[in-house]
């Protein structure tokens, strides 16, 4: 757990996170105009508190209002011996914005990353997302992968 001196709390998502998580969550897959199924929401959340290969942060304020999440999915890699960390998603509620909170939850992130010994943290976004690249360009660096997925 990281408590800030804002008073924004990083931890791992928790049952009782679940319709403030789930508000979050239909905001960003609104965000990115997917269709997720209900069941799928469900797996997702249980998966997520369970914290295995696939895991869930919340930043939450000193009212217990979760202002933003993460998820984060741990694989191998053939390219090295080590467990790669995917943070799979990411969102801020917008009154949130602008307050440090996503950079809080990717540092909470690399710290959990690196506590499970993985040898490298990746993430990615729609080219579009101008506002999450804005920060992605000072936290992170760029690589040259395009990626591909099957035709539908």
Known sequence: MINTKDEVIIRNILAADKQSWEN???QYLHFYRADITPEITEKTFVRLCQGDSLS?????NHDG???GLT???YHASTWSEKDYCYISDLFVDKSARGKNVAEKLFNAAYQQADSRGASKVYW???EFNSSARSLYDKIG???SFVIYQRKE
Do not use: D
Not at 56 to 60: F, I, P, R
């Open 65 to 67: 209002q979760v202002l």
């Open 141 to 143: 660096q760029r690589t």
């Open 71 to 73: 998820h984060i999915v």
């Open 124 to 126: 990615m976004t729609q």
């Open 24 to 26: 979050l969550w239909q």
């Open 56 to 60: 869930g942060l919340v930043a939450v």
